[in-house]
């Protein structure tokens, strides 16, 4: 029979047919209502399992359906009595729908629509609340994640609901609405995404409206920044509680959202850290071979982080100590431990950069980080973690954990790489590790937002972090988020509390935070009006929910005494408020429907994008990608015992009952049990986990595409990779190609006051002001290190020399040079200078 409508590369339909999004950001909270339309084109009933992502951090508050003109309102139930009501649902002929979290990562759900009648539609609703990111431009972020890439899961572990990921091109579409409020005025938005104009529905610019343009094919994030006035403004969210609700209950009570952006003394920031140790850890997977867009000039994902090391280490300050990791299915370190920062481990580390390639296999981040864990610390030099990875790993919550573990030794900056890289994973490490997260998709560059990771790195640590509440007399707080263990320059801190009784007076409240930075004492305060604010629709009580329903999982994964006692909390919580957690799911069924089912239903898996359905499969080790009926669990296999009907659960209901069924047969074979499965191999790894025979069987053009380009091609990436890790440079031809100029003409320009190096420091100074001022976030601490450089050589006053070498390069301002303290930056740029290139 011929089949119309929705099909896969299969050609088996797809029930999903489109995706309706509307997002309304108040402030810097968004509320997201999106609406996915199922419809059964087949002849007989079946069940469709879609596996997306969320974002890491949202609450997801509200599950609903509609069929025909009936609404089914789903309700939050334990997780286990809500699969037994699905499956007992669709084994009766009545439609049911299932919404779950992943166990293993936060930003995964899964959706099952049960039972869904031949030629019938359906349109389930999804609703959830998360933070809008604050970015380096003041802008706020929202990304609503399109792509799911596969998982990598090493052999032997339990894989759960990350392994069900189907990835494609994706058959359905997406629309988009946005509606911003806020009482900050709004100066603009922008998208990675074609949008319509922007229209403003009043004069003060507080509240505007845009929509995606049509025609969008969900088949990558759609990433919206939203720009407001004096966006880094401390401030204060209370809103009233449910009086239906139990007294003493979160839901009951008054709760406030405190947003703090800490201001450090100018004094004390004017000098960076000269110690440390610096640890790089980078992704060399195979799918770091990927492109980082699909635009003229993409770099692929290990080249781009290449090119990003030369920055780091030609960035760091002499004396420090450092290291780099290499991993994938394996790892490996440049040197045996840290070593110090000198010219010659310099070297060293630059000549095994430009041999790195994304060749080790899948993504397998536990093992390196558990390695670096057990390296002594060395005293007086903090560590910091820089990890870069595109993100796709399988037990994201056992890496945060021992990340977590070790917070007290170390800090944590992590980078998410490409489309699809797990949010949870990379904002995770940084939250757990005091360090702060960035994320590269599209066409952003990495060099920058890693060297503005790098300033947070160098920047004092914040210690004795305190917070106070000044609450009138009958009123009480009970903070809900965890403590403070990091602040940074500018960035923004939230706090959620609870707050119980009744003010009979006073109707405002103050938040203190204290901490020492360089020795020196630090206050903030906020004073925040206590009347609730109107219209929230309960979204800061479903995100203190949240945030405290994560801090019950973190507990109950670390271990603590009393285990039970934590799950029951959390899903006492989880039914209170709404919001689901790793032991609870959305369930709702449509008791006026009933049909009879004869056989198992069938199923249609609803693929997400994958960024590398465009690219060639590269062999696979099937060792890593075991069919899903395999991986359910490290420590048993799902044979025909009661033990496999709890491994089971992973599964839809389909599969369910499939291996309910097997269960009558005695000695099922391995391969008889994979042909009794509906479910085949999907999550192809690419590039993901070569086999030894693989890798020997590389082809010269294979090789040839992972060779990296001539750093010639870029002169700021040239002139910072001639820099001497002191922070000079050499007098030589290489320099003088950088700026256009022979040899001869530096040196015969060279005034007799200084000699070559501080000449052809100079020059490259003025150069990087001259003519690179738009990518000073990037050369920023190269600058540093070589003015600092020119301060201890002691030549004296340099006015005359910076004005041959302005005349020397082109440049048509005058650029001053004032030497200070060498740990500061030394050097100033009249605003209008201009250079050649």
């Given at each position: 029979?011929?089949?119309?409508?929705?099909?896969?590369?299969?050609?088996?339909?797809?029930?999903?047919?489109?995706?309706?999004?509307?997002?309304?950001?108040?402030?810097?909270?968004?509320?997201?209502?999106?609406?996915?339309?199922?419809?059964?084109?087949?002849?007989?009933?079946?069940?469709?399992?879609?596996?997306?992502?969320?974002?890491?951090?949202?609450?997801?508050?509200?599950?609903?359906?509609?069929?025909?003109?009936?609404?089914?309102?789903?309700?939050?139930?334990?997780?286990?009595?809500?699969?037994?009501?699905?499956?007992?649902?669709?084994?009766?002929?009545?439609?049911?729908?299932?919404?779950?979290?992943?166990?293993?990562?936060?930003?995964?759900?899964r959706l099952s629509v049960g039972c869904l009648s031949a030629?019938?539609?359906?349109?389930?609703?999804?609703?959830?609340?998360?933070?809008?990111?604050?970015?380096?431009?003041?802008?706020?972020?929202?990304?609503?994640?399109?792509?799911?890439?596969?998982?990598?899961?090493?052999?032997?572990?339990?894989?759960?609901?990350?392994?069900?990921?189907?990835?494609?091109?994706?058959?359905?579409?997406?629309?988009?609405?946005?509606?911003?409020?806020?009482?900050?005025?709004?100066?603009?938005?922008?998208?990675?995404?074609?949008?319509?104009?922007?229209?403003?529905?009043?004069?003060?610019?507080?509240?505007?409206?845009?929509?995606?343009?049509?025609?969008?094919?969900?088949?990558?994030?759609?990433?919206?920044?939203?720009?407001?006035?004096?966006?880094?403004?401390?401030?204060?969210?209370?809103?009233?509680?449910?009086?239906?609700?139990?007294?003493?209950?979160?839901?009951?009570?008054?709760?406030?959202?405190?947003?703090?952006?800490?201001?450090?003394?100018?004094?004390?920031?004017?000098?960076?850290?000269?110690?440390?140790?610096?640890?790089?850890?980078?992704?060399r997977s195979g799918s770091m071979g990927d492109m980082m867009?699909?635009?003229?000039?993409?770099?692929?994902?290990?080249?781009?982080?290449?090119?990003?090391?030369?920055?780091?280490?030609?960035?760091?300050?002499?004396?420090?100590?450092?290291?780099?990791?290499?991993?994938?299915?394996?790892?490996?370190?440049?040197?045996?431990?840290?070593?110090?920062?000198?010219?010659?481990?310099?070297?060293?580390?630059?000549?095994?950069?430009?041999?790195?390639?994304?060749?080790?296999?899948?993504?397998?981040?536990?093992?390196?980080?558990?390695?670096?864990?057990?390296?002594?610390?060395?005293?007086?030099?903090?560590?910091?973690?820089?990890?870069?990875?595109?993100?796709?790993?399988?037990?994201?919550?056992?890496?945060?954990?021992?990340?977590?573990?070790?917070?007290?030794?170390?800090?944590?900056?992590?980078?998410?790489?490409?489309?699809?890289?797990?949010?949870?994973?990379?904002?995770g490490m940084a939250r757990e590790g005091s360090g702060h997260?960035?994320?590269?998709?599209?066409?952003?560059?990495?060099?920058?937002?890693?060297?503005?990771?790098?300033?947070?790195?160098?920047?004092?640590?914040?210690?004795?972090?305190?917070?106070?509440?000044?609450?009138?007399?009958?009123?009480?707080?009970?903070?809900?988020?965890?403590?403070?263990?990091?602040?940074?320059?500018?960035?923004?801190?939230?706090?959620?509390?609870?707050?119980?009784?009744?003010?009979?007076?006073?109707?405002?409240?103050?938040?203190?935070?204290?901490?020492?930075?360089?020795?020196?004492?630090?206050?903030?305060?906020?004073?925040?009006?206590?009347?609730?604010?109107?219209?929230?629709?309960?979204?800061?009580?479903?995100?203190?929910?949240?945030?405290?329903?994560?801090?019950?999982?973190?507990?109950?994964?670390?271990?603590?005494?009393?285990?039970?006692?934590?799950?029951?909390?959390?899903?006492?919580?989880?039914?209170?408020?709404?919001?689901?957690?790793?032991?609870?799911?959305?369930?709702?069924?449509?008791?006026?429907?009933?049909?009879?089912?004869?056989?198992?239903?069938?199923?249609?898996?609803?693929?997400?994008?994958?960024?590398?359905?465009?690219?060639?499969?590269?062999?696979?080790?099937?060792?890593?990608?075991?069919?899903?009926?395999?991986?359910?669990?490290?420590?048993?296999?799902?044979?025909?015992?009661?033990?496999?009907?709890?491994?089971?659960?992973?599964?839809?209901?389909?599969?369910?009952?499939?291996?309910?069924?097997?269960?009558?047969?005695?000695?099922?074979?391995?391969?008889?049990?994979?042909?009794?499965?509906?479910?085949?191999?999907?999550?192809?790894?690419?590039?993901?986990?070569?086999?030894?025979?693989?890798?020997?069987?590389?082809?010269?053009?294979?090789?040839?595409?992972?060779?990296?380009?001539?750093?010639?091609?870029?002169?700021?990436?040239?002139?910072?990779?001639?820099?001497?890790?002191?922070?000079?440079?050499?007098?030589?031809?290489?320099?003088?190609?950088?700026?256009?100029?022979?040899?001869?003409?530096?040196?015969?320009?060279?005034?007799?006051?200084?000699?070559?190096?501080?000449?052809?420091?100079?020059?490259?100074?003025?150069?990087?002001?001259?003519?690179?001022?738009?990518?000073?976030?990037?050369?920023?601490?190269?600058?540093?290190?070589?003015?600092?450089?020119?301060?201890?050589?002691?030549?004296?006053?340099?006015?005359?020399?910076?004005?041959?070498?302005?005349?020397?390069?082109?440049?048509?301002?005058?650029?001053?040079?004032?030497?200070?303290?060498?740990?500061?930056?030394?050097?100033?740029?009249?605003?209008?200078?201009?250079?050649?290139?």
């Amino acid at each position: 029979m011929e089949i119309y409508g929705l099909v896969t590369e299969k050609n088996e339909p797809v029930p999903l047919r489109s995706i309706s999004v509307e997002l309304l950001v108040q402030d810097h909270v968004a509320t997201v209502s999106s609406t996915l339309q199922y419809v059964n084109e087949e002849e007989r009933p079946l069940e469709a399992v879609f596996v997306f992502p969320l974002p890491a951090d949202a609450a997801v508050c509200h599950f609903s359906a509609k069929i025909g003109e009936q609404e089914i309102v789903a309700e939050v139930q334990d997780r286990e009595t809500a699969r037994d009501r699905y499956d007992d649902a669709v084994s009766s002929g009545q439609q049911a729908f299932l919404l779950e979290e992943s166990a293993e990562s936060p930003d995964v759900f899964r959706l099952s629509v049960g039972c869904l009648s031949a030629g019938q539609n359906a349109a389930v609703t999804i609703i959830y609340v998360t933070e809008l990111a604050v970015q380096d431009d003041h802008s706020l972020r929202f990304c609503l994640p399109a792509v799911l890439n596969p998982r990598y899961t090493p052999a032997g572990s339990a894989a759960g609901i990350v392994s069900e990921i189907s990835s494609g091109a994706v058959p359905y579409t997406l629309t988009l609405s946005v509606h911003v409020s806020s009482p900050k005025p709004i100066s603009k938005l922008e998208s990675n995404c074609i949008l319509d104009p922007l229209v403003f529905l009043h004069s003060d610019h507080t509240q505007a409206t845009v929509n995606l343009s049509p025609g969008h094919m969900f088949d990558k994030d759609v990433e919206l920044f939203v720009y407001y006035q004096d966006t880094h403004q401390p401030s204060a969210v209370v809103e009233a509680g449910v009086n239906t609700a139990p007294p003493g209950s979160l839901m009951r009570d008054t709760v406030v959202m405190i947003s703090l952006y800490p201001e450090f003394p100018e004094e004390v920031m004017s000098s960076l850290a000269s110690r440390g140790e610096f640890v790089f850890v980078i992704d060399r997977s195979g799918s770091m071979g990927d492109m980082m867009h699909q635009g003229k000039e993409a770099q692929n994902r290990i080249e781009s982080a290449k090119d990003t090391l030369l920055l780091l280490l030609k960035s760091l300050p002499m004396g420090c100590y450092f290291n780099i990791y290499g991993f994938g299915s394996v790892f490996e370190s440049f040197f045996p431990q840290c070593v110090e920062y000198n010219q010659d481990t310099m070297d060293q580390a630059l000549k095994r950069v430009k041999e790195m390639k994304a060749d080790m296999g899948g993504t397998e981040i536990l093992q390196p980080l558990k390695h670096i864990y057990s390296q002594p610390c060395y005293p007086d030099h903090p560590r910091q973690l820089f990890i870069f990875t595109d993100g796709e790993v399988f037990n994201t919550k056992e890496v945060l954990d021992l990340v977590k573990s070790h917070a007290h030794s170390h800090r944590c900056f992590s980078f998410g790489i490409g489309e699809g890289a797990s949010a949870a994973l990379i904002t995770g490490m940084a939250r757990e590790g005091s360090g702060h997260a960035q994320f590269i998709t599209d066409t952003d560059r990495m060099q920058p937002k890693v060297m503005q990771s790098l300033r947070f790195a160098l920047q004092p640590a914040v210690l004795n972090i305190s917070v106070d509440w000044t609450l009138p007399d009958d009123v009480t707080v009970d903070t809900l988020s965890p403590p403070i263990n990091v602040l940074f320059q500018g960035q923004r801190t939230l706090i959620y509390a609870q707050l119980k009784g009744e003010s009979s007076g006073g109707s405002e409240g103050t938040v203190t935070v204290k901490y020492s930075l360089k020795d020196q004492p630090v206050t903030n305060q906020l004073h925040f009006c206590l009347k609730p604010t109107e219209e929230t629709q309960l979204s800061i009580h479903r995100l203190a929910a949240r945030t405290l329903i994560r801090s019950l999982e973190q507990k109950e994964r670390s271990g603590a005494a009393d285990v039970e006692g934590i799950r029951s909390r959390m899903v006492e919580l989880s039914v209170q408020a709404g919001v689901s957690c790793v032991h609870t799911a959305f369930i709702a069924v449509n008791k006026d429907s009933r049909q009879t089912v004869k056989g198992p239903l069938l199923q249609r898996r609803v693929p997400t994008y994958d960024s590398s359905s465009e690219i060639d499969m590269m062999q696979v080790n099937y060792d890593h990608i075991a069919p899903r009926e395999f991986r359910l669990s490290s420590s048993r296999h799902c044979v025909a015992d009661e033990q496999s009907f709890h491994c089971s659960k992973m599964m839809s209901f389909t599969e369910r009952a499939v291996l309910k069924m097997s269960n009558r047969v005695t000695a099922v074979t391995a391969p008889e049990q994979k042909i009794g499965f509906m479910t085949k191999v999907q999550n192809f790894f690419r590039r993901g986990s070569k086999t030894a025979t693989a890798k020997s069987e590389q082809t010269d053009s294979e090789i040839k595409i992972d060779a990296a380009p001539e750093l010639q091609k870029d002169l700021l990436l040239q002139l910072v990779s001639l820099q001497k890790a002191s922070g000079c440079w050499d007098l030589d031809s290489t320099l003088a190609d950088v700026f256009g100029k022979t040899e001869d003409e530096l040196t015969n320009q060279k005034p007799a006051q200084v000699d070559g190096s501080v000449w052809a420091t100079l020059l490259a100074l003025i150069w990087l002001y001259g003519c690179k001022i738009e990518q000073q976030v990037e050369w920023q601490f190269v600058a540093m290190k070589a003015a600092s450089w020119i301060g201890s050589q002691k030549v004296g006053d340099l006015s005359q020399c910076v004005c041959e070498g302005n005349v020397l390069l082109g440049c048509q301002e005058m650029c001053f040079v004032n030497l200070v303290h060498p740990n500061r930056i030394i050097l100033t740029v009249s605003i209008n200078i201009r250079g050649t290139t």
